[in-house]
């Protein structure tokens, strides 16, 4: 008996084992569930695109049209491009002492291609490019009326004179204002680890954004020679004065000397003696200071030289310059992708309609 209730124990035992337990039924019910779903909708998803077919296939091709269109009536645009480093290494003048360095570099203060471009579109040195002449297509006029001729339709030169913007009246004022604007979008420029700057213009006109470039780049050479020159010609003009003033009180001593020994030539007191050596004293004095100022004019005249030639050009640009075409076949693609978005937004919809609308709409009644 005891081995027939050890036997049905057993069995017992593995019927439990092989039958599953609720909870896991209804897990495995759950997931089957969520997968059908999910099969019914994307099943349903497909045939509605089937049914609709023709319909959404219309957004597509009229937004990859619209795109081509787009492509098309963009303009090409010209990008020219000027390589330069700025320079200001000056030749060691022999016997000259330290006058070589009178004038502090300017250059290392402008690493910054960003402070760079605010200096130059300044008023008072955006002014001296804007209201310089140039010819373009044939004609020389300010390059502020060649922008709106090319940027705004003006058949006429709208400026006729320019003397400072300080004098300029409101209206004219506030289109000088525009033009600088629109001017700078049209600028970039670069700075690399190698201290190699480039200006870089991008127009629609091939000639105008050569013009620019050049226009530009001739305006900032002239701002920074004015402004590293400046000490140094104000030092110049002070030696020069100064050597002339040296100069006349030697002249002076000299003839002192000379006239004072014309007339004590036979006296010999200790009077006589004391002022003559007065007069050797100051003359010698003022040999000494003249060439001092002498030396020292010419230091200055030779570091004023050779830092004039500030931007040294690498490479500038020449025609046919870089020609800038917005790709068609990308803006084709990217509107068909719009389009293809729209036949998804299309879809659900559809889809919201078929099974959500009418709850939506009772809800909508009972609120």
Not at 175 to 188: D, E, N, P, S, W
């Amino acid at each position: 008996m005891a081995e027939k209730d050890e036997d049905i124990e057993s069995v017992n035992i593995l019927n439990q084992e092989e039958i599953p337990t609720d909870d896991n039924a209804d897990a495995g019910e759950i997931e089957d569930q969520g997968l059908k779903q999910f099969l019914a909708i994307i099943k349903e998803i497909l045939s509605i695109i089937q049914k609709y077919a023709l319909f959404f296939v219309i957004p597509i091709i009229l937004t990859g049209l619209y795109g081509y269109y787009k492509g098309k009536q963009v303009k090409p645009t010209y990008t020219a491009k000027i390589t330069f480093f700025l320079s200001e290494e000056r030749p060691i003048v022999p016997g000259s002492g330290n006058f070589s360095n009178l004038l502090q570099t300017t250059n290392t203060a402008f690493a910054n291609p960003k402070k760079l471009k605010e200096y130059a579109f300044t008023e008072k040195v955006g002014s001296k490019m804007v209201f310089k002449k140039y010819v373009f297509r044939g004609r020389e006029d300010y390059l502020a009326n060649h922008y709106l001729r090319l940027m705004s339709g003006y058949k006429d030169s709208y400026f006729k004179d320019f003397t400072t913007v300080n004098e300029m009246s409101i209206p004219d004022y506030l289109i000088f204002k525009k033009i600088l604007t629109g001017i700078r979008a049209m600028v970039a420029i670069d700075y690399n680890e190698a201290e190699i700057y480039s200006i870089t213009t991008t127009s629609g006109d091939e000639e105008f954004s050569k013009l620019l470039c050049e226009g530009f780049y001739n305006n900032l050479t002239d701002y920074y020679i004015e402004r590293a020159t400046k000490k140094a010609k104000i030092t110049v003009d002070f030696l020069e004065e100064k050597l002339a003033y040296v100069k006349a009180q030697l002249e002076n001593s000299e003839f002192n000397l000379a006239d004072y020994k014309d007339k004590a030539n036979n006296l010999v007191t200790f009077k006589a003696d004391l002022n003559e050596t007065r007069y050797m004293r100051n003359k010698a004095l003022l040999e000494v200071l003249y060439s001092t100022t002498a030396t020292a004019l010419e230091g200055s005249k030779t570091n004023y030289q050779s830092i004039m030639p500030l931007f040294q050009t690498i490479d500038e640009p020449h025609l046919p310059l870089l020609k800038n075409v917005v790709s068609t076949r990308n803006q084709l693609i990217m509107f068909m992708l719009i389009g293809a978005a729209i036949d998804m937004i299309i879809i659900v919809i559809i889809y919201i309609r078929r099974h959500f609308w009418a709850s939506i709409k009772e809800t909508v009644k009972a609120a």
